[in-house]
C-alpha cells in the first residue's frame, strides 16, 4: 500500500478549459415540445449552460480537495494497480466493506457516504454500526492502472478480493455495488474467498436459465426490453466497438460531458427537476475524473471485457448467489429490479428495501437512503 494524492497539473485543467471554451455548438431538434427535451440525446440548451458554467464558475481544485479529504492508496494486484480509498471505521468493531461504481460514474459517488458509513456517530448513528471502509476505482477507471485489453466483473472482483484480503488484510467483509459494481459485487460474492455477503442497488446477477414464469414477471420483463431499446445504443458500442468511439472522445471534453451526463438524466429519479437530483459541481467532477485521468477509452473496455468473459468462462446453468444479499432498489433504472418473485430463484434475498425516490447514482443521488439499506442489512448478518 502506497499513499495517494490526487494533484492534476494546471496545465492539464487549462487544456480542458480551452477546449470546452472554443467548442462550437450545432443545432438540435426544435419543435412543439422539443425546447427542453432529451429525447433525441443529450439537451444542447442544458450543455451549453453546463458548459458555460464549466469555463466560468467550476472549480478543480475545490473538488480535488474533497476528494483528498479521505485517506487513499495505491497497490499492486496482480498486473493492476489499483487506487482506492481506505477510511478506518469507529468503534471496536467495525464491519468491513468494499464499495464497487460502475460507468459512467467513479469513485466519486462514494465521497458522499464514507464518513457516514465509517463514523455514523458523527451523524446521529450508532457506533455500533460503523465500518471499515475501502473504495476502489475500478481497473482503467480514475486513478487505477489501465489493462492492457479489455477485462470484464468477474475478473476485476477477483481483484478486488485480493484487494481485501491479501492487500488491506480484511476478511469476512461485505460487497456492495451499482450499475458494473453490482455485477463485480455479486462475482465476489459468487467466488470470492473473503466475502461474506452482498448488497447491490442494482440487478448485476441473473442466473443461467433463469428467467421471467408469471403473468407480473413477463409483463414487466416486456417493460424492461423496451426501455433498454431506448436506452441501450451505447451499451451495444461500448460491448462491440469501444475502440471506434474512443477516438472522438478522447478528444473532446464537450463530448465525453454530454454523453456522461445523458445517462444521469435518463437513469436518475428527474420527476423534481434534474437539478435536483444533482448539481452542476457533482456532474462535472465526475466528468473531469474521465478527462484528467484520460480513461474514457479503457473505462468502455468493462462492456467488451464482460462478453469475453461470458464466451470464455460461461457460469454454469442455475449458478445462484448463495450468501445473504441486500437488495436496494430505487424506482428509476437502466435496469429496474424484476419483482422479487423472479430475483430470489437467482439471489438468497435476506433484505429488500424497495424507496419511493432516486435512481441508478444511489450514493450520489440518495445517500442516506442507501447508507440505511446498507445499515439494516448489516444488522440481519
Not at 230 to 235: L, T
Not at 372 to 378: E, M, Q
Request: charged content about 25%; overall charge neutral.
Amino acid at each position: 500500500m502506497k499513499p495517494f494524492r490526487i494533484d492534476v497539473p494546471q496545465a492539464t485543467l487549462d487544456s480542458i478549459r480551452a477546449r470546452v471554451k472554443a467548442y462550437e455548438w450545432h443545432e438540435m431538434p426544435r419543435g412543439e415540445g422539443l425546447d427542453d427535451s432529451w429525447a433525441y440525446g443529450a439537451n444542447i440548451d442544458f450543455m451549453r449552460t453546463l458548459c458555460a458554467y464549466w469555463v466560468d464558475g467550476y472549480d478543480w481544485r475545490r473538488a480535488e480537495a474533497a476528494l483528498n479529504a479521505f485517506p487513499q492508496y495505491t497497490a499492486a494486484v496482480e498486473d493492476i494497480d489499483l487506487h482506492f480509498y481506505f477510511e478506518k471505521g469507529s468503534g471496536p468493531s467495525p464491519k468491513p466493506i468494499i464499495l464497487s461504481h460502475g460507468w459512467p460514474g467513479s469513485v466519486f459517488e462514494f465521497i458522499h457516504i464514507i464518513d457516514k458509513l465509517a463514523h455514523p456517530e458523527k451523524h446521529g448513528g450508532d457506533v455500533k454500526d460503523a465500518f471499515t471502509v475501502v473504495a476502489p476505482s475500478l481497473p482503467g477507471y480514475g486513478w487505477s492502472g489501465k489493462p492492457k485489453r479489455p477485462i470484464g466483473p468477474r475478473t476485476t472482483a477477483r481483484l478486488f478480493d485480493k484487494l481485501m484480503t491479501d492487500v488491506v488484510k480484511l476478511p469476512n467483509y461485505i460487497a456492495q455495488g451499482g450499475d458494473w459494481g453490482s455485477a463485480i459485487s455479486a462475482y465476489m460474492s459468487y467466488e470470492g474467498k473473503g466475502c461474506k455477503a452482498a448488497h447491490l442497488n442494482m440487478q448485476g446477477w441473473v442466473s443461467p436459465g433463469v428467467g421471467p414464469e408469471t403473468d407480473e414477471e413477463k409483463a414487466f420483463a416486456a417493460k424492461a426490453a423496451q426501455l433498454f431499446e431506448m436506452e441501450g445504443a451505447y451499451f451495444r458500442e461500448q460491448t462491440t466497438k469501444p475502440q471506434t468511439l474512443s477516438y472522438g472522445m478522447m478528444d473532446s471534453p464537450v463530448g465525453v460531458a454530454a454523453w456522461i451526463v445523458e445517462k444521469f438524466h435518463g437513469w436518475s429519479d428527474t420527476r423534481m427537476g434534474f437539478e435536483k437530483a444533482y448539481t452542476k459541481d457533482q456532474l462535472l467532477t465526475n466528468v473531469m475524473i474521465y478527462l484528467v485521468t484520460r480513461t474514457f477509452n479503457t473505462a468502455t473496455w468493462l462492456y467488451r471485457g464482460r462478453l469475453e468473459e461470458q464466451f470464455s468462462a460461461p457460469l454454469p446453468k442455475g449458478a445462484r448467489l448463495e450468501k445473504p444479499t441486500g437488495v436496494a432498489a430505487f424506482p428509476v433504472d437502466l435496469i429496474p429490479w424484476p419483482p422479487r418473485s423472479q430475483v430470489e430463484r437467482s439471489i438468497n434475498v435476506a433484505r429488500w428495501d424497495a424507496f419511493e425516490h432516486g435512481g441508478h447514482f444511489a450514493a450520489l443521488e440518495r445517500p442516506d437512503d442507501l447508507v440505511s439499506s446498507i445499515r439494516g442489512f448489516a444488522r440481519q448478518l
